[in-house]
């Protein structure tokens, strides 16, 4: 049974180390979040799943990490200086602010109910402006990307000459961006500091329409292929009045947050509006040529763009569960095993130094290839429970009787069973098990 209420994930993640509130002995800082021990492993494990079917599984898309640092003439072209803003109105009596696209009723405050007391709206530009260098003028400004797009973009010149790919193909970026949202919310959904996956995809302009459908039919799958039930997920086109202004047609995966269903991917069909902006910007060519038919043209972009920390918190609440073992109430999340922080747990039955040496020695083995986590702190029912509620999929323990017979137990996160496995097999049996 995925969480139902947020609170469920938000409790479990800072008593188990995933997510921690920013600067919290300072009494915290609104919308930013640290990743603890077990936070960084998943959400780097999130990005290489990405990458593994973006990049590493294909052979038309290349990565790049671009600088986050930019300068204004980057936004200028992109039209984030003019375009990338939120209507803002203030509350006159209880001085609360809002994003008036967001309220369910224009005219009521929902923090203290009075009608009529908003003020204008007014717009704001949601991006981080900063000074590059020791002098604070106008020639020294730069901004904090708020997306990863344009830094693929102002390099496409740059990868078409060194990778000497052609259309179609596509250049996967992931990191940081940065928004100064006015209404952060739900934990990690909506934050100021936050991670994005994308991928711009060129093709022929002719050629759009139809990577438009595949890229929006392989995106909704890459969630369900990692462990999201389907009835979670869903594409929901933009109406007309939600495109963006760079957009021809975008459809969200969407998935069922306990607050109703919200956007985890947005796939944009861009056309050519980024690369002859810059061009004309720069005044540098953006386009292809192609030598078989003698055609030049600049081509369409299909962009999915997700963000992985969201990501992350969804994987989490649609892997949360309940259940009962030999009596006793446990809490599991059922992670996909390339998800999980650690998928492999290394559990000695005692301290005792009889075991020890053995435990380790198979730990530092499985290390070679996996992530592992080493445990010998309490009982080893109470290990176990402890692996299950962080979503370790396999449990290997040692136990006296493995001294003698050179054999250890697996055990099942989801379905509890051991499995006694010589320790020469050890690690054919946990890749068979996992699935890599």
Same mark, same amino acid.
């Given at each position: 049974?995925?969480?139902?209420?947020?609170?469920?994930?938000?409790?479990?993640?800072?008593?188990?180390?995933?997510?921690?509130?920013?600067?919290?002995?300072?009494?915290?800082?609104?919308?930013?979040?640290?990743?603890?021990?077990?936070?960084?492993?998943?959400?780097?494990?999130?990005?290489?799943?990405?990458?593994?079917?973006?990049?590493?599984?294909?052979?038309?898309?290349?990565?790049?990490?671009?600088?986050?640092?930019?300068?204004?003439?980057?936004?200028?072209?992109?039209?984030?200086?003019?375009?990338?803003?939120?209507? $803002?109105?203030?509350?006159?009596?209880?001085?609360?602010?809002?994003?008036?696209?967001?309220?369910?009723?224009?005219?009521?405050?929902?923090?203290?109910?009075?009608?009529?007391?908003?003020?204008?709206?007014?717009?704001?530009?949601?991006?981080?402006?900063?000074?590059?260098?020791?002098?604070?003028?106008?020639?020294?400004?730069?901004?904090?990307?708020?997306?990863?797009?344009?830094?693929?973009?102002?390099?496409?010149?740059?990868?078409?000459?060194?990778?000497?790919?052609?259309?179609?193909?596509?250049?996967?970026?992931?990191?940081?961006?940065?928004?100064?949202?006015?209404?952060?919310?739900? @934990?990690?959904?909506?934050?100021?500091?936050?991670?994005?996956?994308? $991928?711009?995809?060129?093709?022929?302009?002719?050629?759009?329409?139809?990577?438009?459908?595949? @890229?929006?039919?392989?995106?909704?799958? @890459?969630?369900?292929?990692?462990?999201?039930?389907?009835?979670?997920?869903?594409?929901?086109?933009?109406?007309?009045?939600?495109?963006?202004?760079?957009?021809?047609?975008?459809?969200?995966?969407?998935?069922?947050?306990? @607050?109703?269903?919200?956007? $985890?991917?947005?796939?944009?069909?861009?056309?050519?509006?980024?690369?002859?902006?810059?061009?004309?910007?720069?005044?540098?060519?953006?386009?292809?040529?192609?030598?078989?038919?003698?055609?030049?043209?600049?081509?369409?972009?299909?962009?999915?763009?997700?963000?992985?920390?969201?990501?992350?918190?969804?994987? $989490?609440?649609?892997?949360?569960?309940?259940?009962?073992?030999?009596?006793?109430?446990?809490?599991?999340?059922?992670?996909?095993?390339?998800?999980?922080?650690?998928?492999?747990?290394?559990?000695?039955?005692?301290?005792?130094?009889?075991?020890?040496?053995?435990?380790?020695?198979?730990?530092?083995?499985?290390?070679?290839?996996?992530?592992?986590?080493?445990?010998?702190?309490?009982?080893?029912?109470?290990?176990?429970?402890?692996?299950?509620?962080?979503?370790?999929?396999?449990?290997?323990?040692?136990?006296?009787?493995?001294?003698?017979?050179?054999?250890?137990?697996?055990?099942?996160?989801?379905?509890?069973?051991?499995?006694?496995?010589?320790?020469?097999?050890?690690?054919?049996?946990?890749?068979?098990?996992?699935?890599?």
């Amino acid at each position: 049974m995925p969480a139902t209420d947020l609170d469920q994930i938000v409790n479990l993640c800072k008593r188990r180390g995933f997510v921690y509130p920013s600067a919290e002995i300072y009494g915290g800082f609104r919308s930013a979040y640290d990743y603890g021990p077990l936070g960084a492993l998943m959400l780097r494990n999130v990005k290489n799943a990405w990458i593994r079917a973006m990049v590493q599984a294909r052979d038309d898309v290349v990565l790049i990490d671009a600088a986050i640092l930019g300068p204004p003439q980057i936004w200028e072209a992109s039209g984030h200086l003019a375009n990338f803003t939120d209507p $803002l109105v203030d509350c006159t009596n209880c001085k609360n602010r809002f994003r008036l696209d967001k309220l369910d009723d224009a005219d009521t405050c929902p923090s203290c109910g009075k009608h009529g007391t908003f003020t204008e709206a007014r717009q704001f530009n949601l991006m981080f402006k900063t000074q590059a260098g020791p002098v604070e003028d106008a020639g020294a400004v730069a901004y904090l990307r708020p997306e990863t797009a344009q830094g693929m973009f102002v390099n496409f010149a740059n990868v078409l000459q060194t990778t000497r790919k052609k259309p179609p193909f596509g250049i996967a970026q992931v990191g940081k961006s940065f928004r100064n949202e006015i209404t952060p919310q739900n @934990w990690i959904f909506r934050t100021r500091e936050f991670e994005q996956m994308e $991928l711009q995809f060129f093709v022929p302009p002719a050629d759009s329409g139809r990577w438009y459908e595949y @890229w929006c039919n392989e995106r909704l799958d @890459w969630y369900m292929r990692h462990g999201i039930p389907a009835e979670m997920l869903r594409l929901r086109p933009h109406g007309p009045g939600e495109l963006s202004h760079y957009s021809a047609g975008t459809s969200d995966v969407e998935f069922r947050f306990p @607050w109703g269903f919200d956007e $985890l991917e947005g796939i944009a069909q861009r056309t050519d509006f980024d690369l002859k902006a810059h061009s004309e910007h720069s005044g540098e060519r953006l386009d292809y040529f192609d030598q078989t038919t003698g055609e030049r043209y600049v081509p369409y972009v299909i962009e999915p763009a997700a963000g992985a920390t969201r990501t992350m918190a969804a994987f $989490l609440l649609s892997a949360y569960d309940e259940d009962e073992v030999n009596g006793e109430a446990r809490t599991v999340l059922r992670l996909h095993p390339r998800l999980a922080p650690y998928p492999v747990a290394v559990l000695p039955l005692s301290r005792k130094d009889t075991l020890t040496p053995l435990a380790h020695e198979i730990r530092t083995m499985l290390s070679e290839r996996y992530l592992v986590d080493y445990d010998e702190t309490q009982a080893i029912g109470r290990r176990y429970r402890r692996q299950d509620e962080v979503g370790t999929p396999l449990c290997v323990t040692v136990d006296f009787d493995s001294l003698d017979d050179k054999a250890v137990t697996i055990r099942d996160r989801d379905t509890t069973e051991q499995q006694r496995v010589p320790v020469d097999d050890l690690l054919a049996a946990i890749n068979d098990k996992l699935g890599f």
